[in-house]
């Protein structure tokens, strides 16, 4: 069965500083990854997505997150975060092979400090 | 750039009353999805669509959910009646999803919050 633990539920940082959202996956195949933001009263975005080419994926808004299958890790990553940066990002797991749900990590709201 | 798009945007409906959440997918997209959101926990999975017929579905799915695709363009949740617990952000989503194991991507649209009294 596919999981996904996103291990902090809140994550405050200054502007300008560098951002690590952090999420480990379980999974029986080799799986789909994809970060998702979900900015205030508003629809859920894709920032990027991990499908079994480069480990190294660059999304929107300067976002990347790296693969990592020894650690079962999918950490997103952004050097420098922005005032607009703020906001609720969703890990997001699927296996695709077994079936067409996908499972929600649930959620890291990053706060960006002036 | 085309988009998933959901109405309404909002929804207040009364315990047990019926309720009909539309969306449109993107247009050349094959395969549709509903997720609920209960405030302040996690996006959950509650069903996929594909060739007119439902692909899988979860547990919180049951008899009082159904879905269809009336026509070439829109894609409906139906809750026959609604309960408190029902309250939520409802989204939908499509894919393309052609062939292979390679999850595509789902693209979401905006959301109908529904608030069942």
């Known amino acids: ?114 | 750039e085309p988009e998933v798009t959901q109405t309404p945007s909002h929804q207040v409906t009364q315990m047990g009353q019926e309720v009909i959440l539309r969306c449109v997918p993107i247009s050349n997209h094959l395969y549709f999805y509903w997720y609920r959101q209960i405030l302040g926990q996690k996006v959950e999975f509650l069903v996929s669509f594909y060739n007119n017929e439902i692909s899988e579905k979860s547990e919180i799915f049951d008899d009082q959910f159904s879905v269809e695709r009336p026509d070439g363009s829109n894609f409906t949740l139906k809750i026959r009646s609604t309960k408190l617990e029902d309250s939520a952000m409802y989204f939908c989503a499509s894919s393309i999803r052609t062939s292979g194991r390679i999850s595509e991507t789902q693209y979401f649209g905006p959301g109908t919050r529904l608030l069942v009294l």
Request: with cysteine.
């Open chain 1, 1 to 114: 069965a596919q999981s996904v633990t996103q291990l902090d539920s809140h994550v405050s940082v200054s502007e300008g500083t560098p951002v690590l959202l952090r999420c480990n996956y379980s999974s029986s195949y080799s799986p789909s990854l994809f970060w998702y933001v979900q900015h205030p009263n508003k629809g859920l975005q894709l920032l990027l997505k991990y499908t079994s080419a480069a480990t190294l994926v660059k999304g929107i808004n300067g976002f990347e997150a790296e693969f990592k299958k020894s650690e079962t890790s999918f950490h997103l990553t952004k050097p420098s975060a922005h005032m607009s940066d703020a906001a609720e990002y969703f890990c997001v797991v699927s296996d695709g092979e077994v079936d067409d749900k996908i499972i929600f990590g649930k959620g890291t709201r990053l706060h960006i400090l002036p």
